[in-house]
């Protein structure tokens, strides 16, 4: 009987070895490509994270600095309605409700006894920092150990690398956005005291 052309060749132990050992690190090297991909992928999110909040920042100050005007513009308004009163003998009994609330603790608390027209802000947000431990730990060694001694494993090498990279730099992003959300939590809050404290709602 003749044999089958189609029998695969029969590999000694060695071979067996390194053909296992050779499709390990196949798989080990796409792991590591597709570790890079989402790692890229977690940054650029974190990026667009950072931007947005920076920009909800902006927009809670411009808030914060529009409700100040309008209270200002309030208070000159008052004031000019006070002398039109006494000037012209106009009724002045909503003016004296009004200014008995300017002067109640809550008032006086977010808007102050200046309104602040300095521009000085008198509450600050909270200096609870966390550390930021931005120093990159350098491994000495590396981060695989070789069994084929080849590009594969220096591909994987490098990416393992820009991964830690990575997770270094979401590390500093994460305590970026922290320190932010802290920060807009601090003004959010005054933009609600002034608006329930402010008199004209």
């Not at 008995?100 to 309104?115: D, Q």
């Not at 600050?124 to 120093?135: A, C, I, K």
């Not at 001694?149 to 970026?176: C, F, P, T, W, Y």
């Amino acid at each position: 009987m003749a044999t089958s052309c189609a029998d695969p060749p029969v590999l000694t132990e060695q071979e067996e070895l390194q053909r296992r050992a050779n499709q390990v690190t196949d798989e080990s090297l796409e792991s590591t490509r597709r570790m890079v991909q989402l790692m890229e992928e977690s940054k650029d999110v974190g990026i667009r994270t950072v931007v947005m909040l920076d920009e909800q920042g902006e927009q809670l100050e411009r808030i914060e600095e529009g409700m100040d005007s309008i209270n200002r513009d309030m208070r000159e308004a008052e004031k000019n309605l006070t002398d039109m009163a006494q000037c012209c003998g106009l009724c002045i009994w909503p003016l004296r409700k009004l200014k008995a609330f300017e002067e109640s603790g809550p008032y006086k608390a977010v808007w102050g006894r200046a309104s602040n027209q300095d521009g000085v802000v008198s509450d600050q947000p909270p200096t609870s920092r966390v550390v930021d431990q931005r120093e990159q730990m350098v491994m000495s060694g590396g981060y695989i150990r070789r069994v084929t001694n080849d590009a594969r494993e220096d591909e994987m090498e490098q990416n393992l690398a820009h991964v830690g990279s990575i997770m270094g730099n979401l590390k500093s992003m994460a305590l970026d956005i922290s320190n932010e959300l802290e920060s807009q939590g601090g003004l959010i809050s005054r933009i609600n005291e002034k608006v329930w404290n402010s008199g004209y709602y």
